[in-house]
């Protein structure tokens, strides 16, 4: 038999390199590596939350999807209000968010993916679901790749259910002009306490 080299016997398993323990470290570690898909260097304040999702039909909604869930900013508060038996399903194409939400929020009505938005049909229908009741987005549409915007806004508006809602917030409100072509009602709401103040769009489906 071969002698064994010294790299052989001592070489171990690769281990994945800790993430920060607090939502901010890991924010920021998130902005870091990628500024274009992380819209702020700061979570998002407790008042967007709470005026963000406040027009949703929390009883009649069953699944909630949410792109670029982070570090879970939204997720908690989601969690909070979402009925027993729905499903949460955050899609984000970070490998370090990802493993930060499975690691650090453990419900049964959170499905954590790694993927695109613009495969949310796809993602949707391998959850076992139709449509989606709402669908929540604080992805930098400004800085995406051209054409990424327009995927995402189509496959979008094609997954939610009549009388569902897309809802979206952005540092730059260039996003409207993504939206209008896509959806008639569109609310809009700017978020003053928030660092830097945030603009809010609900982009309502029309009922069947």
Not at 34 to 41: L, Q
Not at 90 to 114: G, K, S
Request: hydrophobic share 45%.
């Amino acid at each position: 038999m071969p002698p064994i080299s010294t790299t052989q016997a001592t070489a171990a398993p690769l281990v994945e390199p800790a993430l920060p323990s607090s939502p901010w470290g890991m924010f920021f570690r998130g902005f870091l590596k990628n500024p274009g898909m992380v819209g702020s260097i700061v979570p998002s304040s407790n008042k967007l939350i709470r005026r963000m999702l406040a027009p949703v039909d929390w009883a009649n909604t069953k699944l909630f999807v949410e792109y670029g869930p982070g570090v879970g900013t939204f997720s908690r508060a989601i969690l909070d209000r979402l009925p027993a038996d729905g499903v949460y399903l955050a899609i984000d194409t970070c490998p370090d968010f990802i493993r930060y939400l499975r690691q650090t929020i453990r419900d049964d009505r959170m499905r954590v993916v790694h993927g695109s938005a613009a495969d949310v049909e796809r993602i949707v229908a391998e959850h076992g679901f139709e449509k989606a009741d709402y669908v929540l987005s604080g992805l930098p549409f400004s800085t995406l790749p051209p054409g990424v915007g327009d995927a995402i806004a189509d496959a979008t508006q094609a997954v939610i259910r009549p009388g569902g809602a897309f809802l979206v917030y952005q540092f730059a409100p260039k996003v409207h002009a993504l939206l209008a072509p896509r959806w008639a009602n569109i609310d809009h709401a700017v978020e003053w306490w928030n660092m830097p103040p945030a603009n809010l769009y609900w982009a309502n489906q029309p009922a069947a």
